[in-house]
């Protein structure tokens, strides 16, 4: 679509024999909006500072516009950040906090170095607090505004400095869920009318799906899956990925020829291929893509388990043979009855198998893991004995 | 929650009265009265010849804090940097001659700074002296002497709440401001130095206090030459000179002109934004 900017090449970073980052090759382009995706400790944030200058890579290299920027210190790198708790300064207030950077000396093409004129610098920060919402909060000092204040503060003291790229660590964590939904829209808006890179790191899936262009999914120092939010979602090149990204059904499944997988001895129809013949292989069922039918008329029957209303739809816990899967359904199908489901070929996603096979995907534990529900009538394991 | 809270400040306020605010009003009524207590001036317009020892105090104490201040930032600072195993070790080393008697550490000084002292046999055993042409070098007795006392003992005090306030600097500010382009120097100067002042002040106010009331350190290393308002306090109650009027205006006068200092100080370190953006 455009260039490329930023190129991580075979970056590996280590800290005492601990690989935090193992190998990671990543393009960034131009303008684009990406997201470093994944759960604490995945390396995602460590991707973010070397790319800021804040961590050199033990191997590999940094290139941004084709240059190589390894040892290049993060002062003299075209890329702001904002960082998580926003490190906003205490002894100075609002203005002079977004003025920092603006203040200094910039070595112009001859080599001198150059100070803004004074009308430059306060035009620049009063319209970054035009675009942030922040006019008349000049003088305030920064303890004095509130966490979405701060936050703001933080974006255009970043932005003011007009980067090439803008670095965001979880900037939304802290806040409440409203003011993230606000703030993701303002982030996405200021991106667009600004015309500069944003890579964002954030373990919330749904501000990763809401907000970029790309995505880039993230689990122990590798980068699992690159691509748009679309294609992340629905096709998960792993359990890995299609279990940290929405919710799945994950169940071991035989390729019987193309388009016709396997699953509990049963065939169905589906649009992967270009499997070996019975290849074993991870499938992938959206709980939002089953249908249900009377038992009779299902491709697969089970009983259901445990029901959760969930405001737009009912989240239900249907066991079939032994395995447990999550439905979203907008009809109530109580706890104890039989029912059948059916699956368009569209709902069914194959994966090859990797090293996350069998760790995620089974909703066995689904009362553990969510709000327990009074539900005298659940049916217990040993109950639902294996029918096959 | 208020009346909770003041109840249990009632020892502390019973303590403060009689500790503090009692002694200091006692100190009033002798600095303005004569021994038969009447009331009087006479102890405030007497002091007049004492300026040159008001002087010397407050120049020596100024110059101590400087010194403390030039060696205490740079330390601390390298303090903070390093891992916490060396901050540990470092914090003993400089805590650990404060565990030892005042006194016996002023006086090893005396025996290091006397005319026939360890440095002076150090300076004739290397040939220095002879290369001068001197029989000794005078440093026992000096107000350098006096100053070196000061900085000595009070050192661990500008060190200490300069230290603690910048190991506690938190470091995504540091990394913020090097994001935003400024170099290490500039991130000292607009991040590090105004974040860290109200250490700076405390270390200055701990240091610069007990300097400028000092007695003993310019009695025993000034060699009775260093005349400090400290002695000279100490010689309206215990000396020769006896009398306790003169010493409590003395004191009151020296108290005074400390408070307005550190308020001036205090107020200064308020406009510290101001003061950064210069």
């Given at each position: 679509m455009s260039k490329e900017l930023i190129r991580l090449a075979g970056c590996t970073m280590a800290f005492d024999d601990e690989v935090v980052l193992d190998k990671i090759n990543l393009s960034i382009q131009d303008k684009e909006f990406l997201t470093l995706l994944g759960p604490s400790g995945c390396g995602k944030t460590t991707t973010l500072r070397i790319i800021g200058g804040f961590q050199t890579p033990t191997s590999g290299d940094?290139?941004?516009?084709?240059?190589?920027i390894n040892a290049v210190p993060p002062h003299k790198r075209t890329i702001n950040t904002v960082f998580q708790k926003y490190a906003l300064f205490p002894h100075l207030n609002v203005y002079e906090n977004i003025a920092f950077g603006l203040r200094i000396p910039k070595t112009n093409a001859?080599?001198?170095?150059?100070?803004?004129?004074?009308?430059?610098?306060?035009?620049?920060?009063?319209?970054m607090l035009e675009i942030v919402n922040l006019r008349g909060f000049e003088k305030r000092r920064t303890a004095q505004l509130s966490g979405g204040q701060q936050q703001r503060v933080a974006i255009a003291r970043a932005l003011v400095n007009r980067p090439k790229v803008l670095l965001l660590d979880e900037p939304l964590g802290a806040l409440d869920l409203?003011?993230?939904?606000?703030?993701?829209?303002?982030?996405?808006?200021i991106q667009k009318a600004m015309e500069i890179t944003f890579v964002y790191v954030t373990h919330d899936q749904e501000e990763a799906l809401a907000m970029s262009d790309t995505v880039v999914v993230m689990d122990a120092g590798r980068i699992q899956q690159i691509g748009s939010p679309e294609d992340i979602y629905n096709e998960p090149r792993n359990a890995f990925v299609a279990d940290f990204i929405g919710e799945s059904n994950i169940i071991d499944g035989i390729m019987r020829a193309d388009g016709v997988v396997e699953i509990f001895n049963r065939r169905f129809q589906c649009l992967d291929g270009g499997f070996a013949p019975d290849e074993a292989v991870d499938v992938v069922i959206r709980p939002e893509d089953v249908d249900i039918v009377p038992e009779d008329q299902g491709q697969l029957r089970g009983t259901v388990t445990s029901v959760t209303f969930k405001g737009m739809q009912y989240d239900i816990i249907v066991d079939f043979y032994g395995f447990k899967w999550l439905i979203q359904t907008t009809d109530l199908s109580p706890v104890g009855s039989r029912i059948g489901i059916k699956i368009d070929p569209d709902g069914i996603h194959v994966m090859k198998k990797s090293e996350y096979s069998g760790m995620f995907g089974d909703y066995s534990s689904y009362s553990e893991e969510y709000e327990e529900i009074s539900d005298a009538g659940c049916v217990s394991e040993e109950e639902s004995g294996d029918e096959e | 929650m208020r009346n909770k809270l003041s109840g249990f400040a009632v020892p502390y306020?019973?303590?403060?009265?009689?500790?503090v605010v009692i002694p200091i009003l006692i100190m009033v009524v002798y600095a303005f009265t004569t021994a038969e207590f009447e009331g009087?001036?006479?102890n405030f317009s007497e002091m007049g010849v004492y300026a040159s020892v008001f002087v010397r105090s407050f120049r020596l104490a100024l110059i101590a804090t400087l010194v403390c201040l030039l060696i205490g930032y740079p330390v601390s600072c390298w303090m903070a940097r390093e891992g916490p195993g060396f901050q540990r070790v470092a914090m003993a080393l400089i805590m650990l001659p404060m565990w030892m008697n005042f006194l016996l550490r002023t006086y090893s000084w005396m025996s290091i700074l006397e005319n026939n002292g360890l440095l002076n046999q150090l300076f004739r055993a290397v040939g220095l002296l002879d290369l001068l042409g001197v029989d000794y070098i005078p440093m026992i007795g000096t107000s350098g002497a006096v100053v070196l006392g000061m900085v000595y003992n009070y050192l661990p005090f500008m060190i200490l709440p300069i230290y603690s306030v910048i190991v506690k600097l938190d470091h995504s500010l540091l990394e913020a401001a090097r994001d935003l382009g400024a170099d290490s120097a500039r991130v000292f100067r607009r991040v590090i130095l105004p974040l860290s002042l109200p250490g700076v002040l405390s270390g200055v106010t701990m240091v610069f206090v007990p300097s400028v009331s000092t007695f003993a350190i310019s009695r025993l290393l000034g060699g009775g030459t260093q005349l400090m308002l400290g002695d000279l306090i100490e010689q309206q109650f215990l000396g020769g000179a006896?009398?306790?009027?003169l010493g409590a205006a003395i004191s009151m006068v020296m108290m005074v002109i400390v408070v307005v200092c550190m308020v001036v100080m205090n107020h200064f370190g308020e406009g510290e934004e101001q003061a950064v953006m210069l």
């Open positions: 940094v290139l941004f516009d084709g240059v190589r001859q080599g001198n170095k150059v100070k803004l004129p004074e009308e430059e610098i306060d035009h620049r920060v009063l319209e409203k003011l993230r939904k606000d703030m993701q829209n303002e982030l996405k808006r | 306020v019973i303590w403060m009265a009689l500790m009087t001036l006479e006896y009398d306790p009027h």
